[in-house]
């Protein structure tokens, strides 16, 4: 039996109060669905003296349209509540596509937005056994005494950023509330995040993140492609998500969000450049799927090789623009994930 | 320390003290004796242990058993009432939808919460809704015909035989 290790567990009813427990309580931790963080804790990768649940912290689980036709979802809110929401998926289908391809059902049932964008960065070295990483020497993750496995002249480490939220909704110009005990404070959700595989988010110990507000799209088109092993449950091998803003079949405006291609989510403006003032011409997605090609760097954090996921990486970004384009991509959905053909 | 709970077990109201780092898996078979609900990966990859809560099925290996004070927990022991079955168990046990057995009890109830929101499914909705549970007898053609078949019969009318 894989057992968590001995902690004390606290259900507070409010956000205060949650944040008031971390205050006192510096090596607890916040969970929510708690997908993410208890396989880690049972396999002793990170560690943790108390859990604090913010899972009936009622501030969190808000779903409301907002007058501009936006969003403003709480990070509690389940994954699998904005998959059922139709809504959504007409107005900004790539995060409804991102939600409806995180792990499996059950999965989505427990896990939470807020939950997703705070998944721990990934790593073939860090993601194992407590014995095969025993065996294996450990890794500058587990150890900061030892060097980082993958690229062992490297001062930092490379775990891979792994949340399929950030960079569709990074992509759609969301931004996101963070409360903490010094305050609260809105950041564009890219802000979020450190290109560091170790310490990878901007939050501070007791800041808990609120809701995430998507502005309106009207005018926007967008769509989110996510290369897994098994369609069924993995995380991603990397992920392309790709909004374009068009009032006849030109291009006005253009965001990318690239997911597990390095240790926080990218938003290549070089990428986004070569759409602006296009038509989404072939040759245009070419250049612009070679340019995220250019730009990402995969690390050897999976178990595909990174030679495969950069030669991969462009194939995502042109299907993503195909599909804004109004191509047919009913076919290649199916071939690479399935469950997003089904609510 | 142990800690009180009152939990809300396949419709009886349960008080018991339990250790706050334990998952609602390890409180239904150790402290309920409700070893229905299998333990197979414990990480969250394979759907055997899971159960209904709120109607929703979720993995009790990953949740603790402080969060589900309150909402309604649904294991496979609290399907059917007294001798009969439901009828997602019946079909699964005349179309051979359990072979060793281990995943059915995750697979009935990831497939009831399935066939409460959506009586008429497709084959691929049943296949999508199963997509995070395991079999490792590789079963799988005749636990889709099975949830197909109670879906069918549910709709009919209810009766299973």
Redesign the interface.
Known sequence: ?????????F?PKTLDEAIALASELPSARF?A???DL??KL??RQLGASA?I?L?RCEELQTIKRLDDGGWRIGAGVKL?ELVRLPELRSSHPAIWQAASQV?????R??GTVGGNLCVDPRCFWFDQTAPWREAAGQCMKIDPAVVCRVAPNSPRCWAVSSTDLAPAMGAARAKVRIVGPAGERTVPLPELYRDDGIDYMTLSHGEVIVDVEIPGSVGWRSAFWKIRRR???DFALLSASVEVFMLTDEVLEARVGLGAVGSCPLFPPEVAAVLVGTKLEDDVIEAAAAAAKKLARPMETSDMPSSWRRRVLPVAVKWALREVRGDDVTDARRRYG??V??P | MKTRVTLQVNGEERELLVQPHHTLLEVLREDLGLTGTKHGCELGECGACAVLIDGEAVLSCLTLVGDTEGSPITTIEGLGEGQTLDPLQTMFAKLGGSQCGYCTSGMVLTARALLDRNPDPSEDQVKAALSGNICRCTGYNQIIESVLEAAAQERAGGASE
Do not use: D, E, Y
């Open positions: 039996m894989m057992r968590l290790p001995v902690l004390s567990h259900t969970v669905g708690g997908t208890l396989p049972k396999r859990l649940s899972t699998v792990a499996s059902p059950p999965i049932s427990s369609q069924s449950i399935p469950q053909l089904l």
